[in-house]
């Protein structure tokens, strides 16, 4: 069955650092991949979508690849700020045409220290 | 533009009860999700709808059931609530993208 892998583990960093989180998936190949941003006590927000045919989008500091044959994608922040302290979670196209349905990871904590 | 509205934010029910989840968007988008998050976990899919008076099950269905009779409002219903019902439930649309409501904490003891 379709999988999907993202680092349970939070990810503390510095600010003004690089963060990179991993979203791993197997048993699949989707048309695409987002990516939302997810702070406590409220539902997430969508922040990019990455086509199958695209290796690398970018909006303002994020930029995420997708690499298809390794089947992942990563997801970068630059030149981080404290208020880049959340959970972000990536999601796969659900497979079926003409449903929207995603797939979730369960996310990955970015804590990002003054 | 509201976006999606989910009520109520926050309700204790007790083993056995009933109640309705309510959400409504107004992007007068067609695709609706129900989806439920337990702690450090990712969204789990419950039903969805691709239009007015059609739905489907997702992934994890059993305990619930949805309608769909407007394009703005796709309620959930749990029947018979058991504590593994406990979670909080998020509501989205999606015009390509998925807009989440605010969500619901439930709470069954």
């Known amino acids: 069955s379709q999988k999907i892998e993202q680092n349970s583990e939070a990810l503390n960093i510095q600010e003004g650092k690089t963060a990179t989180l991993t979203c791993n998936y197997t048993?699949?190949?989707?048309?695409?991949l987002q990516w939302y941003r997810q702070d406590p006590g409220r539902g997430p927000v969508f922040l990019l979508l990455?086509?199958?045919?695209?290796k690398e989008k970018r909006k303002e500091r994020l930029k995420v690849t997708f690499d298809t044959t390794l089947k992942q994608s990563l997801f970068h922040i630059t030149a981080s700020q404290p208020a880049d302290s959340a959970t972000y979670l990536c999601?796969?196209?659900?497979?079926?045409?003409?449903?929207?349905?995603?797939?979730f990871g369960q996310g990955t904590t970015l804590q990002v220290k003054p | 533009n509201a976006g999606v509205t989910q009520t109520p934010k926050f309700r204790i029910l007790k083993i056995g009860q009933s109640m309705t989840l309510q959400c409504t968007q107004d992007?007068?988008?067609?695709?609706m999700y129900w989806y439920r998050q337990d702690p450090g976990m990712g969204l789990k899919l419950i039903y969805y709808?691709?239009?007015?008076?059609?739905?489907d099950k997702g992934e994890v269905p059993n305990g619930y059931n949805v309608s769909r009779s407007t394009t703005e409002d796709f309620p959930l219903r749990l029947e018979l609530a058991a504590p593994s019902q406990t979670s909080v439930y998020f509501c989205?649309?999606?015009?390509?993208?998925?807009?989440f409501g605010p969500g619901t904490r439930l709470l069954v003891l």
């Open positions: 709808s691709v239009g007015a008076g059609i739905t």
């Open positions: 999601a796969l196209e659900g497979g079926s045409s003409n449903t929207g349905k995603l797939i």
């Open positions: 989205a649309s999606s015009s390509g993208t998925q807009y």
């Open positions: 992007m007068n988008h067609n695709y």
């Open positions: 048993n699949y190949s989707p048309a695409y």
């Open positions: 990455i086509r199958e045919n695209e």
